[in-house]
């Protein structure tokens, strides 16, 4: 069984940061990408960055890019997201995810069907 851990998530003014952090353990797999989702009360879970382990290309969803910054260790299925310039609707549950899945495009990474592992979420909250 594979476990994901995430840990950083706290409580932050506007213009904040914070740096979540993600760590796989347990039973040994492939991964390769890892992402992280967020869900705000009453919405739909959301895309929010991911590194492809090929190549270790970032992507991220359009209303963080410029202020989150995903990194991590392929070999230790461990990775990061620094969130700067926090903004009050960046509020949300965040989840870190791990994909077993090979795909071509990363652009498949982007959805949360790419990924077998999930960890249980931290919370982020923003205040104005």
């Known amino acids: 069984q594979v476990q994901l851990v995430e840990s950083g998530g706290g409580l932050v003014q506007a213009g904040g940061s914070l740096r979540l952090s993600c760590a796989a353990s347990?039973?040994?797999?492939?991964?390769?990408?890892m992402g992280w989702f967020r869900q705000a009360p009453e919405k739909e879970r959301e895309f929010v960055a991911t590194?492809?382990?090929?190549?270790?290309?970032?992507y991220y969803a359009d209303f963080v890019k410029g202020r989150f910054t995903a990194s991590g260790d392929s070999a230790k299925n461990t990775v990061y997201l620094q969130m700067n310039s926090l903004k009050p609707e960046d509020t949300a549950v965040y989840y870190c995810?791990?994909?077993?899945?090979?795909?071509?495009?990363?652009?498949?990474?982007?959805?949360?069907?790419?990924?077998?592992?999930w960890g249980q979420g931290t919370q982020v909250t923003v205040s104005s």
């Open positions: 347990g039973r040994t797999f492939t991964s390769y990408a």
């Open positions: 995810a791990a994909s077993a899945k090979y795909f071509l495009s990363s652009y498949y990474y982007r959805n949360d069907y790419a990924y077998d592992y």
């Open positions: 590194i492809n382990w090929r190549g270790g290309a970032t």
